[in-house]
């Protein structure tokens, strides 16, 4: 591909209802596990509005946030045992979304229901399949070892969600595209070559991966962002890749060439990229890392700053996009080769989708 | 009416615009007495910018808030004796809305006139006409003694008024329906009894009322808000009515069980249900007692804070409706009978006002 | 004309869209000369996002204030020489709008550019051509020296740049009209006899023009404003002229009566009045007066409170607007015909250009 075949608007992709660029049967990351406890979390996902919380037993729950009798919002009402009360009436819902009691009658109505979403805990991520539940399908949900979360002797770290007001194709662009890095985030994650640094791209599976090689000295800053000494010259691998449609996967590898059969120091950032609502989405961060050393104690506000500079950019692109519509063009250039890529395989995830609803033999009314 | 019989939507009544929905042929409550002076009140009600203040023989004066010349709202203006002067060019308006004096020219012209609105003042409220002014019919005024408000001996009491972010007709069913007192505000309106105690509703003459009858020792919240005494035990009667298009009358009786022979303690409460502007409405509140002693001094910041309560959740469930639209699912429950019999009573007769529009010959243009 | 003559709405002027309604083909001032420096303004004019810096010649610059490749604003970036890096990639564009730099690539995109806007400093303004750069006029440009900018002798004080919230028509009315001046600004620009003074109006190559001949006395404030003494009389002439589409030029001219021969105290306001976005405009300030004497020291805040008086009503005008629609009818008095004529010609103006793009050969596609 040259940058004569690239397409030079994001036209094709992007001029599709935002609630439709997203794929629905699939798992996206819903929740860092800390965040949901016996209170309630409401969150906008793929513009559904959710209400999660855990049941007795721990497991985390996740139903639809309305209230079916007359609308209003479950989050804003109480957790009683496994199930949920409505503020307004005090009808009641379990865990599966149905109801348990409705105070004024002692009928039960089996369609005052919500619907349950389907949800899996695994280390410091909570998964959440936004399809239709009879459809939920663990075969799709990304290799936990790859991301660096199930691997024996690791270290992994939750860190934060970051919302930022842009939809989730600018968050994926800018995550597999590291050649921003040395203009937007001046030495914190590099020493200033990454942009100039040649590249492998790769595309596998629907995936989009970059890969290069670089010899860097670290300063203080990018030597906390990646737990190495400053002023000590590492080999480093840094491969970002996207995987559709929900995560972006960052890996660094640093080698010693003083010491080059050392075992490497490995950091993986298996990022979730989730579609909230309304042109917004949430970046959620954690670290796993291939030592056991803990990580600085001002990490977390240290990557939020970082990743802040992003959210700033990625804002005030989506509000041109907001005020003049998603065809204002764009011009391409070579290092865009691998995001276009990427663009073109979510339009056929998404055109696979409504092509399946389109010819799914419809309900009975 | 079973709940098989019910409307499962509220898309029957709510899919009109929101401002054909209110009937404009009527009397509705424009503002207390006591906030219309010789200052400016602006307010908008059934989508119309109203301007209110005082002549100088006191008489409450309405009028459109849009000076007709350059479009500035009059009440940015100041009040010189009978007439409203616009801030911007001068020119002033007497109270019945023809223009007065242009100061750039002598000569007056009839076409530059302002709306003047039908007032009728009556004890603690003002009441507005909100039809063609010719048409004003005082026979359609809501019965004042029945309110409370022209009763000899009885204690008139104004509280306020609160704007709510959602359409009027959400107003007038959480009014109506009491089920909702033990769960949104536990312990100031009952004692926990109220949304399993069972009632009686009655249609008549388009009015909605629903009646119950409880034993209640109320706690020190609930004493206050009915001027009771804590831990004496009362027989209680509720009465609810949605009086359609405009108001909730809603009448408490307590009596002594260990003195039933003695006057009954009554209190009302004719509440002004106002379309503002755009989902907005306007609560407002008055209390009128059959016993002479004063309410309690935080009688009104202890109400205020109850009926934030419904304001929280009405406005969450028209946010709803504004970002998903009118056609959001309900489904009711048996306690929700009499709302839907409202709804329909203020279907037709917005319905029956669009009719008559339809058939009425056109003004030659 | 006769006001049963006059237009009765503004609907043929301003029904159209607000970024069409503006004339592109001309000289818009921009910009204080004081307000574009070696850093970045960011300023919307007629719909355009355009990024004003210096280059190191110190010759002023103004360029789309868009990243044509991801779409990032170029005034988040930062100042290189003569080019201007974008925040997000490190894209760098000079002065003419080419492309200079990709760091990611060695190879220059011609069409990775972004448009550059003619740009005239003269004295106090910056001017813009808004129209096709390879068009730009200078002939059009309004002649300096009347404006009171480049005449021996005088003083040139730049004063402020305002913000409005509303379309630039109901500015440039409210600058032309000054029958506004003794309600909206009472005692601050003249003695209260300004609205029933008797005025000329005259029409010379679609410019408007009003004048008047007062005898006045002036007060503290109104002495403050146009550096006279207080209390000593004047007669004074005052010329308010509407020059399509970008300017409005206000002439005091004061003279002793006791002294007439005496050199009169001449004070000019040519006055910007450009389209920003969405129905907001920029209205630009700077005197021009005959005499040398410094204006008071607390002459810009004076001003300032001032027009903010013209600021709340105009705005209050427009959100109406924006609220019912363009179609709000307005009446106008016979003091408005000069106005009404400005209007008539603007639309003259528009539609000449729509006609000419209309009519225009097509480019091949």
Not at 7 to 20: D, E, H, S, V, Y
Not at 243 to 270: G, K, M, Y
Not at 312 to 340: K, N
Request: with cysteine; hydrophobic share 40%.
């Amino acid at each position: 591909m040259t940058d004569k075949k690239v397409i030079r608007t994001r036209k094709q992709l992007l001029t599709c209802p935002a609630a439709m660029i997203a794929p629905r049967n699939q798992w996206y990351i819903a929740a860092l596990s800390q965040e949901v406890t016996r209170g309630m979390l409401a969150r906008q996902i793929l513009d559904d509005h959710i209400v999660f919380f855990r049941a007795e037993d721990g497991s985390p729950v996740g139903l639809a946030d309305r209230c079916p009798h007359r609308g209003v919002p479950l989050s804003m009402g109480t957790i009683q045992g496994d199930a949920i009360r409505c503020a307004y009436h005090g009808i009641e819902f379990g865990k599966t979304g149905a109801c348990h009691r409705i105070p004024s009658q002692s009928r039960i109505l089996p369609q005052l229901a919500v619907q349950s979403y389907p949800l899996l805990e695994i280390g410091p991520y909570i998964w959440i399949w936004m399809g239709d539940p009879a459809n939920a399908d663990e075969s799709l949900l990304p290799d936990q070892f790859e991301l660096g979360i199930t691997r024996p002797g690791w270290r992994v770290t939750p860190m934060f969600v970051m919302e930022i007001a842009c939809n989730y194709q600018l968050l994926h662009e800018n995550l597999l595209d590291v050649s921003h890095i040395s203009f937007l985030h001046p030495g914190l994650l590099d020493t200033g070559s990454m942009a100039s640094a040649s590249f492998k791209a790769s595309y596998e599976g629907g995936r989009v991966r970059i890969s290069r090689d670089l010899n860097e000295t670290p300063n203080e800053m990018m030597a906390k962002t990646f737990n190495l000494t400053a002023g000590k010259p590492v080999r480093r691998t840094l491969i970002t890749e996207a995987i559709p449609p929900q995560l972006s996967l960052i890996v660094n590898i640093f080698t010693d060439p003083e010491n080059p059969d050392a075992p490497p120091h490995i950091l993986t950032s298996p990022q979730g990229v989730t579609p909230s609502g309304n042109n917004r989405c949430l970046n959620f961060l954690i670290n796993c890392s291939s030592y056991s050393e803990p990580q600085p104690d001002d990490a977390v506000p240290h990557l939020w700053k970082l990743f802040e500079q992003d959210k700033v950019v990625l804002e005030a692109v989506q509000r041109r996009f907001d005020e003049e519509g998603w065809d204002l063009p764009e011009i391409s250039v070579m290092a865009d080769t691998a995001a276009l890529k990427f663009r073109l395989k979510m339009v056929e995830m998404v055109e696979a989708e409504r092509k399946k609803r389109a010819t799914a033999k419809p309900l009975a009314s």
